[in-house]
Structures are given as C-alpha cells and as structure tokens.
C-alpha cells in the first residue's frame, strides 16, 4: 500500500470511529432519559393512595383519611445537612399551619426512621409520618430531600420541589402571615 494513501485512510477511520463514539452516548444519554424515573408526581393529578403511620400517636394513617384538608409532606434525611437547616424553619411553620387548616407531615426519607437526629424535641417530633420503602418511592421517585409535596383537599398535587423555590417561600410567607 502506497505511505500516501495510509495516512488519509488512518485519519477518515479515526473521524469514523470518533463519530461512532459521540453517537453512541447521545443515544445512551436519550435512553437514559427516556427510562429514568420522574423527578416528582406529575402535577394535577391525584396523590397515588398510602398507608403510614403517625409515629407519636403510633397510629395508621391512611391517605384517604387526609382527604378534605389540604395537606403538606415533606421528605427530610437526618444525614443531611441541608434538611438540618430548614428544622427551625419547618417547627416555624406549624402555628400557621394550624391555623390555616394545613396538615403538615415530616417523611423520614430512610429505612431506619431515626428522624430523631433532626427533629428531636421540637414540636415537629409530633408531625412525623412514617412511610413504608415503596410509599416513599411512590410519592418522591428519586428519594430527594429536603423535598416537598403540596396536595389539595381533594387529594391533587399541586407543587413539589426542593424547599427553598419560589412556591415553597410563598407557602411559608401564607404561613407566616395565618400564624399572626
């Protein structure tokens, strides 16, 4: 084989297989995405039902039982530092809450329930709503936290996202202003 013929030959193979590559991943990434579970519940519609239990009445709760109060979860981690920062926040909010007829739940985001290290003796220690592995991951698909659900008295989710967007800073101004 001709030295001059190689050298163009070695260079349309490597672009070829370069072009191969970058195709290749754009199509992984695209599957990927395609595949991968929703960030949250679809908006609009109804909370899929769950069973838990109000860990200091050691009482089930249903979510059918909630219905006709319009109802605030949210998904905290005692290991996470970001959760711990938003506890004085979330105790802040109950009298409000109470007020404005809002049930707010905090959902240990873990197997071990040992939500005690964030919340410990704050009165949100009586807002704790354990929830079974597959409640959770029906409720918050990819396990975010500190996370948050917004449902309406018949059941609809109306937000959700990490605490700290601009629906969950107006939810704690309305709570804020019911609070007095």
Known sequence: ????????????????TALNLWLTFRL??????????AFTLP???????????ARAEARPVRSDELAGTPLVLVFL???????????????????????AGVALWIVPNDEVHDIDRLVGAT?????????????RRRLNPLGTVPFYLFVDEAMILRASNHLGDPDWRAFVEQMREAAG
């Open 77 to 99: 981690s005692p290991g996470c530092k970001t959760c711990a920062s938003h506890v004085g926040e979330l105790a802040a909010l109950l009298p409000g809450a109470a007020r």
């Open 43 to 53: 908006l609009g519609e109804t909370m899929p039902p769950f069973e838990g239990m």
């Open 123 to 135: 009165p949100l220690a009586r807002h704790v709503l354990l929830l079974d592995a597959a409640a």
């Open 1 to 16: 084989m001709d030295g001059n013929l190689v050298l163009p030959v070695l260079v349309i193979v490597t672009f070829a």
């Open 28 to 37: 992984a990434a695209r599957l990927r995405e395609a595949t991968a579970p």
